[in-house]
Nanobody
Framework: QLQLVESGGGLVQSGGHLRLSCQASGDTVDNQAIGWFRQAPGKEREMVSCIRSGDGSDYLPNSVQGRFSVSADSSKNIVYLQMNGLKPEDTAVYYC??????????????????????WGQGTQVTVSS
């Protein structure tokens, strides 16, 4: 059973950077499409990245392109979310999860959180202005 645990959140000033980690156990991340999502208070959960390290494919929505990047270290079974140029509107709880039934970063349901499972507990990111 795949388990995912996020870490690396914290408080950072606007313009700063953070690197979040999603540690996997129970299965290899190479076999998965791992999505990073965030949820701010009163808002819906939204995708900020997806990676399938087994074939090197990834996806980042326009809202974070140029500021965020996603990578994986297969030897450590970890997926990273590097966040640069952080803005106050990036403040949210960040989660990682694995796509169910279609382990690829593609398709029209790619960004739908209902397609994902094995959610971690989340890590809080707070960006001060």
């Amino acid at each position: 059973q795949l388990q995912l645990v996020e870490s690396g959140g914290g408080l950072v000033q606007s313009g700063g950077h953070l690197r979040l980690s999603c540690q996997a156990s129970g299965d290899t991340v190479d076999n998965q499409a791992i999505g990073w999502f965030r949820q701010a208070p009163g808002k819906e959960r939204e995708m900020v990245s997806c990676i399938r390290s087994g074939d090197g494919s990834d996806y980042l929505p326009n809202s974070v392109q140029g500021r965020f990047s996603v990578s994986a270290d297969s030897s450590k079974n970890i997926v990273y979310l590097q966040m640069n140029g952080l803005k106050p509107e990036d403040t949210a709880v960040y989660y990682c999860a694995a796509r169910v039934g279609f382990p690829y970063c593609a398709g029209h349901e790619l960004t739908d959180p209902r397609q994902y499972a094995n959610w971690g507990q989340g890590t809080q990111v707070t960006v001060s202005s």
